[in-house]
């Protein structure tokens, strides 16, 4: 089985703050998503990872970035967490090169920025 | 770009059928998935259709795909209380990721409410 795990499920952090959150996979997957969930808006994809130290912007990079130094660990990182950015986060992975692109999930980090 | 649109909102009674409505735009569309998210938790891969067949079945869900209308479908039988979730429709379409594989565009989900 998959397994993608999130350093953590609840986080609540003050405006300003630097905010890191941390995906990890077992599965040995060239890509990482991370995305962030609104209601009524669905998930949006931030950054996309598809190789050690490769990254690319996604729909809604602004205010993101984020780090692979390791094949199994995707991070995000909130330089300056602002309210507006109180959220869902969902992680993900996915081969490479196959026919479905299916992408397995981790349990999500609510984030609330005060 | 793509675009993917769900109905926000779903109510059933246990035990009827549930089917939960997705339409989109790409029609270089590869793969459509759906997803379940229960609540708390990330999302969970249901099923996938490829875009060459209209229908899939799996145990108590039926996929039906029209790609003329661009609408996808899924039709659960005998709706539970666990069937209580956000159902996410996602299509695999044409913008290719660097270094390989489509992007993933979402629905905004639906949330199933089952009523005993």
């Known amino acids: 089985d998959v397994k993608v795990t999130q350093s953590s499920r609840y986080l609540v952090k003050r405006t300003g703050e630097k905010v890191f959150l941390e995906c990890v996979q077992d599965?040995?997957?060239?890509?990482m998503f991370w995305y962030r969930q609104d209601p009524g808006l669905g998930l949006r994809l931030i950054y996309f990872s598809y190789d050690v130290k490769m990254k690319e912007k996604g729909d809604i990079p602004e205010g993101y970035s984020v780090s692979r130094e390791k094949k199994e660990r995707f991070s995000l990182i909130l330089e300056s967490a602002s309210t507006n950015q109180t959220s869902m986060y969902l992680c993900?992975?996915?081969?490479?090169?196959?026919?479905?692109?299916?992408?397995?999930f981790g349990p999500g980090t609510r984030l609330t920025v005060l | 770009g793509e675009d993917v649109e769900q109905s926000l909102f779903l109510s059933v009674r246990e035990g009827d059928s549930s089917v939960i409505n997705c339409t989109y735009t790409?029609?270089?569309?590869?793969?459509l998935y759906w997803y379940k998210q229960e609540p708390g938790a990330g999302l969970q891969l249901l099923t996938y259709i490829f875009s060459n067949m209209d229908m899939k079945q799996d145990q108590r869900l039926t996929v039906l795909l029209n790609k003329k209308d661009k609408h996808l479908s899924l039709r659960i039988a005998d709706t539970q209380t666990g069937d209580s979730a956000i159902y996410f429709c996602a299509e695999a379409g044409s913008f290719i990721l660097t270094g390989g594989g489509n992007k993933l565009t979402f629905g905004t989900g639906t949330q199933l409410k089952v009523e005993l």
């Open positions: 790409d029609s270089s569309s590869t793969y």
């Open positions: 993900a992975s996915s081969v490479k090169h196959t026919y479905t692109d299916t992408q397995y």
């Open positions: 599965m040995d997957h060239e890509n």
